[in-house]
């Protein structure tokens, strides 16, 4: 059985996270700006050809913003989540075993087969989800093979894996 004991930065926080909502913030958000784009420079012709129609100037406006929403938001209320989260100082206690998760002060077990039980790897921490319970463990808690034994533990139990790739300060403060 591992055991972990530790407390989470805003980083981390932030950067797990960025891995819960791994769908909506990568090919996604690329889709709905190129899309939003290739709109906005139609429209910016067509307002070039046919300046009377003033109101094809707010839809512009109003798509630009809205791009600027798509891409911005997230990363800002993401930042702002994980800092009153990180404000809370807590110290996490998590068993992990071959048949499910221990957490908190009072061991409450949480089997990886009730649920659907996602594993989520990126740069700094690695997610556990299973239901609407999520576990951060950030990577540098491991000592000598207990990362191996980790892995092992979630390839034993055909959790879903999934590798996030995080772009240099995304997941940054």
Known sequence: ??????SLTV???????????????????????GIMTILCI?????????????????????????MFFIV??????????????????GIYKIWIDNKGVYFGDYKTFL????????????EKVYTIKNGYNVFC???????NTEEQVFANV???NNITKIKVKTRKGEADE
């Not at 089997?111 to 990126?122: A, N, Y």
């Open 1 to 6: 059985m591992l055991y972990f004991q530790y």
């Open 11 to 33: 980083s981390e926080i932030s950067e797990t996270l960025l891995c819960l909502n791994w769908k909506r913030e990568g090919l996604f958000k690329k889709v709905n700006i």
């Open 42 to 66: 139609f429209l910016i012709f067509f307002y070039a050809k046919n300046p009377e129609y003033v109101f094809i100037a707010f839809i512009i406006i109003l798509i630009i913003s809205s």
């Open 72 to 89: 911005y938001m997230p990363r800002i209320f993401r930042n702002i989540k994980a800092k009153k989260i990180a404000a809370q100082k």
């Open 111 to 122: 089997s990886f087969s009730e649920g659907k039980c996602v594993f989520l790897e990126s």
């Open 137 to 143: 463990i950030p990577k540098y808690i491991f000592k």
């Open 154 to 156: 979630m390839n034993n």
